[in-house]
């Protein structure tokens, strides 16, 4: 069984930055897509960022692109979301995802197409 766990969630104030990471146990990491999605309390979980399974591409919702980044280090299993001039609404719980499909082409952005998901960190901006 794959198990995906987040840290690095916080609380912090309006402007600032926290980096999220994701770690991966089990399977082949390197030749899965990965995503962040976040849920905000009473909201749907939404994409926020992805990135190919060669790292070599990165997708982003309108309303973070620009100030999060999203990498992955193949080597130790783990993804990562640098967040940066935070807002309060980007208060949410983040969770990492992995691609149901290895090595897919192009890289999606619907919840329903990844199949291990994470177990969340919170991220709380104060304004």
């Known amino acids: 069984q794959v198990q995906l766990v987040e840290s690095g969630g916080g609380l912090v104030q309006a402007g600032g930055s926290l980096r999220l990471s994701c770690v991966t146990s089990r399977g082949t990491f390197m030749v899965y897509n990965m995503a962040w999605f976040r849920q905000a309390p009473g909201k749907e979980r939404e994409f926020v960022a992805a990135?190919?399974?060669?790292?070599?591409?990165?997708f982003y919702a309108n309303s973070v692109r620009g100030r999060f980044t999203i990498s992955r280090e193949n080597a130790k299993n783990s993804v990562f979301l640098q967040m940066n001039s935070l807002k309060p609404e980007d208060t949410a719980v983040y969770y990492c995802?992995?691609?149901?499909?290895?090595?897919?082409?192009?890289?999606?952005?619907?919840?329903?197409?990844?199949?291990?998901w994470g177990q969340g960190t919170q991220v709380t901006v104060s304004s």
């Open positions: 990135i190919t399974w060669t790292g070599g591409n990165t």
């Open positions: 995802a992995r691609d149901s499909k290895a090595l897919r082409v192009p890289t999606v952005t619907a919840a329903s197409e990844y199949n291990y």
